[in-house]
């Protein structure tokens, strides 16, 4: 489900010369940025065509009632210095050091993640957004009909 929106993205590149003005040979920044795409920063993309905001949406994806899956979205300041591979390892490492008697909160995971980005040095603003779609902690209560 994830796509990157770097310069360097072979789908950011189509994108870009589908604008009519292609990067040139080894141009890997726009306007000094890495990124091809944002929400902000209206005045970039106001000064270069090829900087969007238009989000990348991925095919839809069923999550199974059962499944222990999860959802992390993350700003560039988090991807610059966490690779996907390390972000699920620290994930499942929050999750194994919560006990059975006390569930870990989404918001835990999401902490204990900008901590190891600004442990990590990140250079840029970050913003992270955890999804835990375990159900498998959740306590359901159940009130009987009268």
Request: with cysteine; proline share 2%; glycine share 4%.
């Amino acid at each position: 489900m994830t796509e990157d929106h770097r310069i360097t993205s072979q789908s950011e590149r189509l994108r870009i010369q589908a604008t009519g003005e292609p990067l040139k040979d080894g141009e890997t920044r726009l306007c000094g940025l890495n990124l091809a795409r944002m929400l902000g920063d209206k005045f970039l993309k106001q000064q270069d065509v090829r900087f969007s905001s238009e989000p990348y949406i991925s095919q839809v994806v069923y999550i199974h009632q059962a499944s222990k899956g999860f959802a992390l979205l993350a700003s560039d300041g988090f991807w610059d210095v966490i690779n996907v591979k390390k972000a699920v390892q620290l994930v499942q490492q929050a999750k194994e050091r919560s006990s059975t008697d006390e569930e870990i909160s989404a918001e835990k995971i999401a902490n204990s993640l900008l901590s190891e980005a600004r442990t990590l040095r990140t250079k840029d603003n970050t913003s992270i957004i955890f999804l835990d779609f375990d159900t498998t902690n959740r306590i359901l209560s159940c009130k009987p009909d009268s």
